[in-house]
């Protein structure tokens, strides 16, 4: 039975959900403005086994958001996937949460812009095809009208994370272009976290590390 633990804490949401065969199982979000992530995460994954009956044994893998996002909030979530791989020999799955924002709207089978607010009108941007095949690889830029159509073409959405950007977005485009907001949950992850273990694409828990993408006005 392929059961997975997936974990996304990029974000001011604190996100964690059990999937089995690529369906949900049970799920626990929390928008935490204090990012209590670390006491948030634990007591939710306790609580999700032990609902369902299960140890950490019983899991077959555990997928975790690997950024760009908060720095605090990723280093969170990669402690507790690794305390929870490394002794117990359980296969980790990273998935950027640029694309997991992405597989939110991946319905509306157009092309898809992520946009994850920084600071001011910086965002962590990424793009991609219907089929969520990167387009443009993650990247941090000021965001203006100009660079936003330089990015679209004529079968483009737009993803972001929180209602300022939203506004903010939506006010560039003009309505030219779709924008939905979504938070980044770690139910978005389910099919990609059962495409990896079914693709037996594994992370290396010694060496994995959260998607720190680096600042352009940062020497």
Do not use: W
Request: proline residues 2%.
């Amino acid at each position: 039975m392929s059961v997975i633990l997936n974990i996304e804490t990029s974000s001011k949401n604190c996100s964690v959900c059990l999937s089995s065969k690529g369906n949900l199982v049970t799920s626990f979000d929390l928008e935490d403005e204090a990012y209590r992530h670390s006491e948030l995460l634990t007591s939710s994954i306790q609580n999700i086994l032990n609902e369902n009956n299960l140890d950490v044994n019983g899991l077959s893998a555990v997928s975790v958001g690997i950024g760009p996002g908060s720095f605090t909030g990723l280093r969170i979530g990669f402690s507790v996937a690794k305390g929870l791989c490394y002794p117990h020999n359980i296969n980790l799955i990273g998935i950027s949460s640029l694309r997991i924002i992405a597989n939110s709207v991946v319905k509306e089978n157009k092309n898809i812009i992520s946009l994850i607010k920084d600071k001011g009108e910086h965002y962590y941007v990424s793009k991609y095809s219907n089929d969520l095949k990167e387009i443009i690889e993650p990247k941090i830029k000021l965001i203006d009208r100009d660079y936003i159509f330089n990015i679209l073409d004529d079968d483009s959405v737009i993803v972001v994370n929180t209602d300022e950007s939203n506004e903010f977005i939506s006010n560039l485009v003009n309505a030219e272009i779709q924008v939905f907001k979504r938070t980044i949950s770690s139910v978005d992850m389910i099919s990609l976290s059962h495409k990896s273990l079914e693709e037996k694409k594994f992370e290396d828990i010694a060496y994995i590390e959260p998607m720190y993408v680096k600042k352009p006005y940062v020497n």
